[in-house]
């Protein structure tokens, strides 16, 4: 038995609770480069704790076709995690709500082109997701000779579905489970 999530464009106000998203969008904070080059200054809170620094890892992660299965949630309790499509093609997020140390229902969401996400520390999210390929991604994470890797796999899995948002914003054309 499975549970059915349907998958929504990811906008500034439904991820916030969860972390940051990284896009050009709104008024520049700055122009730089003799004018060539719009700034979107500091748009993440970035944490490492203590006794951890900040790095930057490549990701080149298989793609998932729909509907994609959830068994899985994590957090990093040690630091914040950015994801960094360096492809610009969509990729899938999920996030859960954290409910007395267990994660609660998931949410999913689709990152359009142009989309980065940073997960506040902490929170409960799925892993690195591709929706095509090459799925490579610039990871900022926390480096650090501490464990920083809490796992939860859900009793019933979550089977998680483009919704129509995201089918006539164009974000779900990756290929389906079974087709050619
Ligand atoms: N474990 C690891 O490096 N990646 C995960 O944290 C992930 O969120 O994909
Ligand atoms: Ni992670």
Redesign the pocket.
Same mark, same amino acid.
């Given at each position: 038995m499975t549970r059915s999530i349907v998958a929504q464009p990811l906008t500034a106000d439904a991820f916030a609770p969860f972390g940051d998203i990284l896009e050009a969008t709104g008024t520049p904070d700055k122009i730089i480069n003799r004018g060539f080059c719009a700034r979107f200054h500091d748009r993440a809170q970035l944490d490492f704790g203590s006794g951890g620094r900040a790095g930057i890892?490549v &990701?080149r !992660?298989a793609p998932v076709a729909w509907p994609v299965e959830v068994a899985l949630v994590?957090r @990093?309790p040690g630091g914040s995690?950015a &994801?960094v499509s360096m492809t610009g093609h969509p990729f899938l997020v999920v996030v859960a709500p954290d409910e007395d140390g267990t994660p609660g229902t998931p949410r999913a969401f689709v990152a359009a082109p142009g989309q980065g996400i940073n &997960?506040h520390r902490g929170t409960w @999210? !799925? /892993?690195?997701t591709p929706l095509h390929a090459p799925g490579l991604f610039a /990871?900022v994470?926390r480096i650090g000779d501490t464990p920083n890797?809490e796992e939860h796999w859900f009793d019933t899995p979550f089977v998680v579905e483009p919704g129509e948002d995201c089918a006539s914003a164009g974000l779900a054309q990756a290929s389906r489970q079974g087709e050619n």
């Open positions: 890892s &990701f !992660g994590e @990093h995690q &994801f &997960f @999210h !799925g /892993v690195l /990871v994470d890797l």
